[in-house]
């Protein structure tokens, strides 16, 4: 659980106030200090949901922001990828804070082709600033990229591909259900006709 | 205190070091024959329940982690950092060269393809003579020596196969034990492609049922089979066949979990058995007459040199510095192609056709290899392919995943690899692992012509698919990095020779009497095929020659 922590006017507020400003005020508290994620903060999460929409956009399926690739990144940040933390939150920082020095506005507010674009200079490596010169913007772009298609492509186990829809979207049935034998796909009866080999 | 924990564990005839193919197979030989056998196992027992069909932990694509072990918290490795130093890599990193950890090993979740190796495979330094810059040399043991052993692995394990319209099938005694495995539907368009080029198309043998089988159900036909574990048993590995028929002699003790540090060998040169750390991680010994080593390539090097004494201080058996030496994998090359109309029909495992008519049958070509459609390629693992200069990600990027997932083949090739003697399995001189034991760290670069052979095959893998009506194709070749891993083979060969070979043609090292190998270290090439029925093989060959000259407490 976070820390519930009050500012000083909610601490008066608290101890002057009524039962009703009691539990607005620690309404209010809960809801800025307890995040539903894991690792990320909610600036963080709002950012790579634009990033993984860039990623794998939505069509006639939904794209990486609606399969829950952002909560997938963030489960294995806790887990599996802890080693990569540091590289998210500097440099989704960092990213933000190349975009706002080159556009004026955060990355979520540009426009969707503004954002392709900005992509693309990062895919190319060709982010100016402090940061990337030791932490190569092609390279942090290529781990969000990769995290992502595992995140929309991989099993719902891990938090991402919400309802399957990747494999909706490639036409593969699911659940596969164990123990389903192709009975009608009696071609290995045929191919076993033409073998003089069979029956002996 | 440790002769107090010796009287725990009760002295043995054989301790046989890994539960994989090699060792499974040696558990149940020297059983059979009467030996008292301790089977040990640095992993556990899995199941298809525990792992489902999870592609981000499968033995295919792993980058979460390898469900199948080795775990990240207990194992690494040293791999080049590419700047004349080391880097330390885990077992999910392809760098590392993982093999699965666990009882049945890599049996437990292979393609469960059955090849024999052609026997021209076993002279291949009189067929082309001495290669520059490789240590090519003939096996001290021929395909007919070896031949009923294949045969043993395919009945005793269980072989689908039909080779009726192979002309250059390796010569058999008998036919396999089950029919051969029906084309889905790529299998289908690629034979009568492959028929109208005058190549010979044929089901690709495979150690998975047909037809019920020694009481194992046959395949259904799952998606997910290479990578992950066979959830009604058709697949067949040494966990379900000759492991639990050891296990029922009563002469077997398989003990999991256990991780070996070293071959213990005494003053005089012989062995006396083994120290591993428990389940618990406690340093225990493990005494017996004989000790058999089937740890895998890197492993089994990686102990023996780990097993320091008075007579071996570089290690057991490797006074003359071959052990770890020339490790070998495959140059797996090949083609895609993409189709206008629906090539996917979602049986699995999806590879099921083979041509042989690209081995050993070009004079300007040395080795060669078998080509196959590959196994189906799972979500995630599909996004990783596109034609050259695709960029991998955006709207393009799905399209192409949501249009050609059904519309796509793919044709792979395992292509011999020359042995070369640099490229080679060590251990660190400071890094150790969780128990402390000193770490495999493993380099060298792939011979000149193994990527020759590889550009030749994948130019007849495309042709193949554009025969297919492929309307647009790619070529995927390999380069000269490579870190040898589930085909892992050759650190420990066999020869005539022991001024360049490890051990006699029985897998009995040159240097100490009791101790085997049995597993793909033995290989002194590894074929243009898949290991695992050779590796099974070697399996029966070492642990026939054991029982065989079995006297009481050591060989006659």
Request: net charge neutral.
């Amino acid at each position: 659980m976070a820390n519930l922590s009050f500012s000083r006017r909610e601490f008066i507020r608290l101890v002057t106030g009524g039962t009703a400003a009691v539990l607005i005020s620690f309404n209010t508290a809960c809801r800025n200090k307890i995040s539903r994620w894991r690792f990320l903060n909610e600036e963080e999460i709002t950012l790579l949901d634009a990033v993984v929409e860039q990623l794998i956009p939505t069509d006639d399926f939904p794209g990486g922001r609606w399969a829950n690739v952002s909560n997938f990144i963030d489960k294995q940040l806790d887990t599996y990828y802890r080693k990569h933390q540091t590289v998210y939150r500097e440099g989704l920082a960092a990213l933000q804070e190349t975009v706002i020095r080159m556009k004026g506005n955060k990355f979520e507010e540009l426009s969707y082709a503004d954002q392709t674009t900005i992509l693309e200079k990062m895919e190319a490596g060709e982010f100016t600033g402090d940061y990337w010169k030791n932490h190569p913007a092609a390279n942090f772009f290529d781990t969000v990229r990769q995290h992502s298609l595992q995140g929309y492509y991989g099993s719902p186990v891990h938090g991402g591909n919400r309802d399957y829809v990747s494999y909706r979207m490639m036409g593969l049935d699911y659940p596969n259900v164990i123990g389903q034998n192709r009975y009608n796909d009696l071609s290995w009866r045929i191919y076993n006709a033409k073998s003089p080999e069979y029956g002996k | 205190m440790l002769n107090l924990l010796n009287m725990a564990n009760r002295h043995v005839n054989a301790v046989v070091i890994g539960a994989g193919a090699g060792g499974g197979v040696v558990a149940r030989e020297l059983t059979a024959g009467g030996l008292s056998v301790v089977l040990i196992e640095r992993g556990r027992w899995h199941t298809f329940d525990e792992h489902g069909d999870d592609e981000l932990t499968s033995q295919r694509t792993f980058p979460l982690k390898c469900g199948y072990g080795p775990d990240n918290e207990r194992n690494w490795r040293m791999a080049p950092d590419g700047k004349n130093g080391w880097r330390k890599v885990f077992p999910n990193d392809w760098s590392y060269g993982n093999n699965a950890a666990c009882v049945g090993s890599g049996t437990v979740c292979y393609g469960a393809m059955a090849w024999r190796y052609q026997p021209v495979d076993f002279h291949l330094k009189t067929k082309y003579g001495a290669v520059p810059g490789s240590t090519l040399d003939d096996w001290p043991l021929s395909y007919d020596e070896l031949e009923p052993y294949y045969e043993k692995a395919e009945y005793e394990l269980g072989v689908a196969g039909d080779p009726t319209n192979d002309p250059f099938v390796p010569p058999r005694k008998n036919p396999y034990p089950m029919p051969g495995f029906s084309y889905n539907r790529e299998g289908i368009i690629l034979e009568k492609a492959a028929r109208r080029l005058g190549l010979h198309p044929f089901p690709i043998p495979m150690l998975r049922n047909s037809v019920p089988y020694l009481g194992r159900p046959a395949c259904i036909r799952m998606r997910t089979c290479v990578g992950y574990a066979c959830p009604v048993d058709a697949k067949a590995g040494t966990q379900n066949t000759v492991i639990p028929v050891a296990l029922k002699t009563g002469n077997c003790e398989l003990r999991i979990n256990c991780m070996v540090s070293e071959i213990i060998v005494d003053d005089r040169g012989k062995a006396k058995g083994i120290r591993y750390f428990d389940a618990d991680n406690k340093l225990r010994e493990q005494t017996s007459d004989l000790v058999v080593v089937s740890a895998s390539a890197s492993e089994t090097a990686r102990l023996l040199l780990n097993s320091k004494s008075k007579l071996f201080p570089d290690g057991a058996g490797n006074n003359n510095g071959w052990v770890g030496r020339n490790i070998q994998d495959h140059a797996y090359t090949g083609a895609y192609g993409l189709f206008e109309d629906e090539v996917y029909d979602d049986v699995g495992p999806g590879a099921c056709i083979a041509i042989n008519d690209f081995n050993h049958r070009f004079p300007d070509i040395i080795g060669g290899g078998v080509l196959c459609n590959e196994f189906i390629r799972m979500p995630y693992q599909f996004a990783s392919i596109r034609p050259p200069g695709s960029r991998m990600w955006g709207k393009d990027h799905k399209d192409f995943q949501k249009h050609y997932f059904r519309r796509h083949i793919a044709i792979h090739g395992p292509v011999q690899e020359m042995p070369v003697f640099d490229k080679r399995v060590e251990v660190d001189p400071v890094v150790r692992d969780f128990w402390g034991i000193p770490v495999a760290r493993i380099s060298g670069l792939r011979h000149d012509n193994d990527i020759k052979v590889a550009h030749f095959l994948a130019d007849k893998a495309e042709n193949w698919l554009k025969e297919a009506g492929a309307t647009h194709t790619w070529q995927s070749v390999p380069g000269k990095e490579s870190t040898p891993s589930q085909h892992q083979a050759g650190t420990c060969r066999m020869g005539n020779d022991p001024k360049t070979s490890v051990t006699n043609k029985y897998g009995q090292l040159h240097e100490i009497d009791n101790i085997f190998i049995a597993d793909g270290s033995l290989h002194v090439n590894n074929g243009g095929y898949n290991p695992a029925l050779t590796i099974l093989a070697l399996g029966y060959w070492v642990g026939d020659h054991i029982v065989k000259n079995w006297k009481g407490t050591k060989m006659k």
